[in-house]
């Protein structure tokens, strides 16, 4: 079935710091979805993008469609102590594959630096 | 506004008990799914139902059952546990299959001894 290969699976930010993670997939995509779990709850979304090449913004956070449909990208800007968790992107392929569902990366898990 | 309301949020049975997980939405939503998350498996659809009256087998629905009780409710059912199925389960809800983001709810956490 159709993957979307999520990256980092982890990493470490320190308070400031700016922060990228990426999704990419070997077919099309129609939209891409970017959600963020705290610990104990269940996904929340923070972005949705519609259009390749789109580039939108949620407070610190930007997030873009690629322009080939088949990747995005969130960073995260100055990063605080709330931003850890886990974050999702999930996508809708193009042609209602996968019986109109999302499909959903592994997640990138974000903690405090020690 | 509730959005998506799951009972209950912890529970342990044994291994052969059954339980059921109940999933209401309030946003008039057609399509409902549950998920079961896993450390380094992300979310698996195991069931879904686009539409009221209608529900699907997704990635992992063995050992799982589903009812749409109605357009608000979708309860998942286990009719002998395994330890397997020790998760955190999520269900969602969407306005409608290929449309927009997908709404959770906070999640039932299983342990099955």
């Known amino acids: 079935g159709q993957q979307l290969n999520q990256s980092p699976q982890s990493m470490f930010i320190q308070e400031g710091e700016d922060v990228s993670m990426n999704c990419t997939s070997s077919?099309?995509?129609?939209?891409w979805l970017w959600y963020k779990q705290d610990p104990g709850e269940g996904p929340v979304l923070l972005i949705a993008?519609?259009?390749?090449?789109e580039l939108t913004s949620n407070g610190r956070l930007t997030a873009q469609f690629g322009i080939t449909r088949k990747d995005s990208f969130l960073n995260i800007s100055a990063s605080i102590p709330s931003d850890v968790g886990i974050y999702f992107c999930?996508?809708?392929?193009?042609?209602?594959?996968?019986?109109?569902?999302?499909?959903f990366g592994k997640g990138t898990k974000l903690s405090v630096k020690p | 506004n509730a959005g998506v309301t799951q009972t209950p949020k912890f529970q342990v049975l044994k291994t052969g008990q059954s339980m059921t997980l109940q999933c209401a939405q309030d946003?008039?939503?057609?399509?409902m799914y549950w998920y079961r998350q896993d450390p380094g498996m992300g979310l698996r659809l195991i069931y879904y139902s686009a539409s009221e009256g209608t529900t699907d087998k997704g990635e992992v629905p063995n050992g799982y059952n589903v009812s749409r009780l109605n357009k608000r409710e979708f309860s998942l059912r286990l009719e002998s546990a395994a330890p397997s199925q020790t998760s955190v389960y999520f269900c969602a809800s969407r306005l409608a299959t290929g449309t927009y983001g997908y709404t959770f709810g906070s999640g039932t956490r299983l342990t099955v001894v």
């Open positions: 999930a996508g809708q392929p193009r042609g209602g594959g996968s019986q109109g569902n999302l499909i």
């Open positions: 077919s099309i995509f129609n939209t």
């Open positions: 946003m008039n939503h057609n399509s």
């Open positions: 993008l519609y259009k390749a090449g």
